[in-house]
């Protein structure tokens, strides 16, 4: 048992009564997520740890080893559920620092998840002259910051290789038979990889979108994956208290005493995309219809010398998951010093994983005893086991969370918004009438 939650810290915060109401609506949520369903549910995540193509994931392993003998740098294009959960994986199992440390294994740069040219021209300077493969990944196909990526890489990758080359280099993966980038695919005669119809974006890790770039950096993927199984599993057997749908009423319960803010809590600066992908998970399952938590991030102590104060200070609205570790990979000892000049002599040869854990520990009493409960998930180490039982614990999480909160955690209708202003703005055609609309807004504005 790698992943645990803990709800003692947690305990003088709401009473039996709050928790027994709060959990009523577990039952119907938990019916919800196992009924039958067709595809544009999007729930094919929840039996993906068992159920997956067998032949496609060895075929994710020969791709990455191919990358890897050939390539100084893997590009992956791709924005939201199309790259957080890669990226969070990498450094999660590898270290933040990943692309700068010293390894056989190709330097992984994310692009297309921004229109920055600032960024995407840094990018571009760090593969002069080194050897490159994309990961082009797009379920839809169409995403404005992917497709315009893999226009600029298209084009760098023309500058460097033959046509045939080039299709020795360019994986797509995406939708089985429709979409832009399916069909330029096929045209190319690219490698292919899919996305299963009935799996979202932010529920992709476990597919292809994730396991290609995650086994290029060298972890097992076979791992991850029966981390996962193994999750589902013990849930299953925990039956409709286990400790992922715990996790969920207790999120709930502080909901409806207006604490509208989770703040998901790490000590290990290695987790950071870890909680950029949390925070991608829980905000577009939940916020939608004018309700939801707000999914905030930070890691601790860094961001005790800055968001600290608010936290054990400020408006009472927020509540902590923190997110434990139990083993470190790499153990220091604090130095001695001849001259005690700063005072902490006497943590001279003290583990400095264990002034880490004190550090928690003084932060969660100070923060409970400010008015902020803290909820706890423990794992043990930064490995593939670990990580797939994390991630498979906050799908299940979020799904009957969402569904308690009374929305539908596999759709999110809001991110449209931005995309009709922008391409009004941009003058697409047939949106001419909302660019009207928009001009004069912003000339209201000054613009
Ligand atoms: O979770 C989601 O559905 C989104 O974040 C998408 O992953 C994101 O918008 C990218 O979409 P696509 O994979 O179609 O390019």
């Known amino acids: 048992m790698a992943v645990?939650?803990?709800?003692?810290?947690?305990?003088?915060?709401?009473?039996?009564?709050?928790?027994?109401?709060v959990k009523e609506l577990l039952v119907p949520a938990d019916a919800k997520l196992r009924?039958?369903?067709?595809?544009?549910?999007?729930?094919?995540?929840?039996?993906?740890?068992?159920?997956?193509?067998?032949?496609?994931?060895?075929?994710?392993?020969?791709v990455a080893a191919k990358i890897q003998k050939d390539s100084d740098i893997l590009l992956v294009i791709g924005i939201g559920g199309s790259y957080l959960g890669a990226r969070a994986a990498i450094?999660?199992?590898?270290?933040?620092?990943?692309?700068?440390?010293?390894?056989?294994?190709?330097?992984?740069?994310?692009?297309g998840n921004s229109f920055s040219p600032d960024d995407f021209a840094d990018i571009v300077s760090l593969c002069e002259g080194k050897d490159i493969s994309v990961n082009v990944i797009s379920k839809s196909g169409s995403t404005t910051e992917s497709a315009i990526a893999f226009r600029f890489v298209r084009h760098l990758m023309l500058q460097k290789?033959?046509?045939?080359?080039?299709?020795?280099?360019?994986?797509?993966?995406?939708?089985?038979?429709?979409?832009?980038l399916k069909n330029f695919a096929d045209r190319e005669r690219l490698k292919t990889f899919v996305i299963p119809d009935d799996v979202g974006g932010r529920f992709s890790v476990l597919t292809a979108v994730g396991l290609l770039p995650i086994a290029v950096c060298g972890a097992d993927i076979d791992e991850i994956l029966a981390g996962a199984a193994d999750m589902k599993r013990r849930m299953e057997a925990q039956g409709i208290d286990n400790e992922a749908y715990r996790y969920a009423v207790l999120r709930n319960v502080f909901y409806s005493q207006e604490k509208f803010i989770e703040i998901l809590v790490s000590y290990e600066p290695s987790f950071r995309s870890m909680a950029e992908w949390w925070k991608q998970l829980f905000g577009e399952s939940e916020g939608k219809g004018g309700k939801g938590?707000?999914?905030?991030?930070?890691?601790?102590?860094?961001?005790?010398?800055?968001?600290?104060?608010?936290?054990?200070?400020?408006?009472?609205?927020?509540?902590e998951t923190v997110v434990k570790q139990t083993e470190v990979k790499n153990e220091l000892y604090v130095p001695p010093n001849a001259v005690d000049i700063d005072g902490l002599g006497f943590l001279a040869g003290k583990k400095l994983s264990s002034v880490n854990s004190k550090a928690l520990m003084g932060t969660l009493?100070?923060?409970?005893?400010?008015?902020?409960?803290?909820?706890?998930?423990?794992?043990?180490?930064?490995?593939?086991r670990n990580l797939g039982e994390l991630i498979y614990f906050f799908f299940l999480a979020v799904a009957v969370s969402g569904y308690m909160l009374g929305v539908n955690p596999f759709d999110q209708p809001g991110v449209e918004a931005y995309k009709r202003n922008m391409f009004a703005l941009l003058?697409?055609?047939?949106?001419?009438?909302?660019?009207?609309?928009?001009?004069?807004?912003?000339?209201e504005l000054g613009h």
């Open 293 to 319: 938590i707000f999914p905030a991030a930070v890691t601790f102590s860094t961001d005790l010398h800055s968001l600290g104060q608010y936290i054990q200070d400020g408006k009472r609205c927020l509540f």
């Open 427 to 443: 003058g697409k055609d047939g949106y001419s009438e909302l660019r009207e609309e928009l001009d004069k807004k912003l000339s």
């Open 161 to 180: 290789y033959t046509d045939a080359e080039i299709k020795e280099r360019i994986f797509v993966t995406t939708d089985c038979k429709k979409g832009a």
């Open 91 to 111: 450094e999660f199992l590898k270290s933040q620092h990943y692309n700068a440390m010293k390894k056989d294994t190709p330097e992984i740069y994310f692009v």
């Open 365 to 384: 009493l100070a923060h409970t005893d400010g008015g902020v409960p803290n909820l706890v998930i423990e794992y043990d180490k930064r490995d593939e």
């Open 35 to 62: 009924a039958e369903s067709d595809v544009n549910e999007y729930k094919g995540w929840y039996g993906l740890p068992f159920d997956y193509d067998k032949e496609e994931l060895e075929e994710i392993k020969r």
């Open 4 to 21: 645990r939650f803990l709800d003692k810290y947690a305990k003088g915060f709401y009473s039996d009564e709050e928790y027994s109401r």
